[in-house]
């Protein structure tokens, strides 16, 4: 059993930056790869980013790359994602994931969620 709760979410214009963080507790959390998705009103939830369990490999949708960072910090048992130059298009709920694969990019390859955080990108 795992518990993720994210953190970090808020209101930001266009341009700005805010960064996620997402704890995990209930099992060990080393050893198992983590992703980020998202959800936009009307739309389905979609890949973001993931990482391996040491941090040494990451994933990202194309939409997000050079933009997003994700990273961990196992120590803490929190991942974490850095968003930069943020456009309307990003507004959605951002949910962190347990990953059976730092390559998976579908819902059902992930095995927990958490309750998300509200990310709100204006112009």
């Known amino acids: 059993q795992v518990q993720l709760v994210e953190s970090g979410g808020g209101l930001v214009q266009a341009g700005g930056s805010l960064r996620l963080s997402c704890v995990a507790s209930g099992r060990t959390f080393s050893m198992y790869p983590m992703g980020w998705f998202r959800q936009a009103p009307g739309k389905e939830r979609e890949f973001v980013a993931a990482?391996?369990?040491?941090?040494?490999?990451?994933n990202y949708a194309d939409s997000v790359k050079g933009r997003f960072t994700i990273s961990r910090d196992n120590a803490k048992n929190t991942v974490y994602l850095q968003m930069n130059s943020l456009k309307p298009e990003d507004t959605a709920v951002y949910y962190c994931?347990?990953?059976?694969?730092?390559?998976?990019?579908?819902?059902?390859?992930?095995?927990?969620w958490g309750q998300g955080t509200q990310v709100t990108v204006s112009s």
């Open positions: 994931a347990k990953a059976r694969s730092w390559i998976a990019t579908a819902q059902n390859e992930y095995d927990y």
């Open positions: 990482i391996n369990w040491s941090g040494s490999n990451t």
